[in-house]
């Protein structure tokens, strides 16, 4: 069975540092996507990582996938307030290709 | 401008009542999916279709009923069988079947028990 973990689950930073996000899962994926929600609001599309050593960026964010490893990062840059949000991972399972599982989501709080 | 819409935004039901929650979309997307959201969780799948006409059953389907008559259309049935409805309702699509194709979602539903 696909599990998918995200660590850490809340994270709260400063403006202007580094950090990273982990999604960790547990079988053989095709697939991996990240996520942003806002509060109350819809999930806005940001990254979708096909194959291993797959590397995306946009603006201050970075996601890179590791297939050997089953990990994704999602490295935050430089971060400002307008970067708070929660993020998800989701991972395909390779068996379905309809279906994604979820991880927590990282509530992430960017402090002028 | 294409998207998504769910209504209404709060659904409010009453002990044994079935309510149905609206999703259309004008993306001419052929995949259309319901997920539920709790405070603290990822999101769970409850049903999706790839066609219209034909739906499959998600991770959590009992005590939901969904119907895919018309393309743009997925409305979801929030049956009294469902006993623990309270979450935020999110409706998603994709254009097709591909793995690189990522989901577009509505701005969700908030359902509450009175």
């Known amino acids: 069975e696909l599990k998918v973990e995200q660590n850490p689950l809340f994270l709260s930073m400063q403006e202007g540092k580094n950090y990273t996000i982990y999604c960790n899962y547990s079988?053989?994926?095709?697939?991996l996507y990240w996520y942003r929600q806002d509060p109350g609001k819809s999930l806005e599309s940001l990254f979708v990582?096909?194959?291993n050593g797959a590397v995306k960026q946009e603006g201050r964010l970075m996601a890179s996938l590791d297939t050997k490893a089953r990990l994704s990062t999602l490295h935050i840059t430089a971060a400002v307030h307008d970067l708070s949000a929660t993020y998800f991972c989701?991972?395909?399972?390779?068996?379905?290709?309809?279906?994604?599982?979820w991880g927590l989501g990282t509530s992430l709080a960017v402090n002028p | 401008d294409g998207g998504i819409t769910q209504s209404p935004k709060y659904l409010f039901r009453k002990e044994g009542q079935n309510v149905t929650l609206s999703c259309e979309q004008n993306?001419?997307?052929?995949?259309m999916y319901w997920y539920r959201q709790d405070p603290g969780q990822g999101l769970r799948l409850i049903y999706y279709?790839?066609?219209?006409?034909?739906?499959q059953k998600g991770d959590i389907a009992e005590g939901y009923s969904v119907s895919r008559e018309k393309k743009e259309s997925f409305p979801l049935t929030v049956t009294s069988a469902q006993k623990n409805p309270t979450a935020f309702y999110l409706c998603?699509?994709?254009?097709?079947?591909?793995?690189?194709?990522?989901?577009?979602f509505g701005s969700g539903t908030q359902l509450s028990v009175l």
């Open positions: 990582l096909l194959s």
């Open positions: 989701a991972v395909g399972n390779a068996g379905n290709n309809r279906k994604l599982i």
């Open positions: 079988t053989t994926s095709d697939r």
């Open positions: 279709s790839q066609i219209v006409n034909d739906f």
């Open positions: 998603a699509s994709s254009k097709g079947q591909r793995k690189n194709e990522k989901l577009f």
């Open positions: 993306l001419n997307h052929d995949a």
